[in-house]
C-alpha cells in the first residue's frame, strides 16, 4: 500500500530539548516536503526536497533543518524548539508532475 | 507572489443543498489546482486537481470544480450536501513542473445542519 509514515504522531516536549520527527515514503518519490498547520493560517511549506541531497526552504524555515540521504527519508529536525512551534506537521510526497500524497499527522506542543 | 485566498472563513448549509467554495489564486506561471479536505482530527485527502484540459474537473465524493483563467479562480461544488461532508476544505496551487512547494489556502471549515 503506498503511503506516507510519520512517527511520532503525538509528542510533547519542553522548550529547547533538540527532537526529530521522521517521515518515512514507499513509492520512490523524488519530491518531499513538510508542511506545519495552525488555526486560521492553513499549510505552509517549511522545507522542501526534490531529490536525494536537495533540499530548499519553503515559507517558514527559520527553527527547523531537514535532511535528504535517503530517497524514502525526509526526518525534520527542531534543534531547540520553542512554544511557538507548537503545530500540527505534515510530511508529503509526490513524483515530478505528480500529486502529493500526505502522512497523517504529527501533533507537536512545545512547552 | 503566490497566494491562494479562499475569502469564506466558515459555511453553513442544510443538508441536501448546493455548495459552493471559492477559491482565488495568484500565481506566476500556468498553475496546478488542487482541493483538499481534512476531517477532524484526520489527515488531508485528495478531492481533485486540475493540471491542463477540460476546465470543468470531477472528483471523489461528488465533488466537481471549474478552472476559470480569466477569473484567477477554482471553485468547489457540490450539488447536494451530506451531513459527512462537513470538515475543512483547502484549495492550493503548485507549479507545473512538479516541484513539492504547494501554495495552500487558509481553508474553509463546512457545517452541514441537518
Known amino acids: 500500500e503506498a503511503q506516507v509514515t510519520q512517527n511520532p504522531r503525538y509528542l510533547i516536549t519542553v522548550t529547547g530539548k533538540k527532537l526529530t520527527v521522521t517521515c518515512s515514503q514507499n513509492m520512490n518519490h523524488e519530491y518531499m516536503s513538510w508542511y506545519r498547520q495552525d488555526p486560521g493560517l492553513g499549510l505552509r511549506q517549511i522545507y522542501y526536497s526534490m531529490n536525494v541531497e536537495v533540499t530548499d526552504k519553503g515559507d517558514v524555515p527559520e527553527g527547523y533543518k531537514v535532511s535528504r540521504k535517503e530517497k524514502r527519508n525526509f526526518p525534520l529536525i527542531l534543534e531547540s524548539p520553542s512554544p511557538n512551534q507548537t503545530s500540527l506537521y505534515f510530511c508529503a510526497s509526490s513524483s515530478k508532475g505528480g500529486r502529493q500524497y500526505f502522512g497523517p499527522g504529527t501533533r507537536l506542543t512545545v512547552t | 507572489a503566490q497566494s491562494v485566498t479562499q475569502p469564506d472563513i466558515h459555511i453553513t448549509v442544510s443538508e441536501g443543498a448546493s455548495l459552493e467554495l471559492r477559491c482565488n489564486y495568484s500565481y506566476g506561471a500556468t498553475p496546478y489546482l488542487f482541493w483538499y479536505v481534512q476531517s477532524p482530527g484526520q489527515g488531508l485527502q485528495l478531492l481533485l486537481k486540475y493540471f491542463s484540459g477540460d476546465t470543468l474537473v470531477q472528483g471523489i465524493k461528488g465533488f466537481e470544480a471549474e478552472f476559470k483563467r480569466s477569473q484567477s479562480s477554482f471553485n468547489l461544488r457540490k450539488p447536494s450536501v451530506h451531513w459527512s461532508d462537513a470538515a475543512e476544505y483547502f484549495c492550493?496551487?503548485?507549479?507545473?513542473?512538479?516541484?513539492?512547494?504547494?501554495?495552500f489556502g487558509t481553508g474553509t471549515r463546512l457545517t452541514v445542519i441537518p
Open positions: 492550493a496551487v503548485g507549479p507545473q513542473t512538479g516541484a513539492n512547494n504547494l501554495f
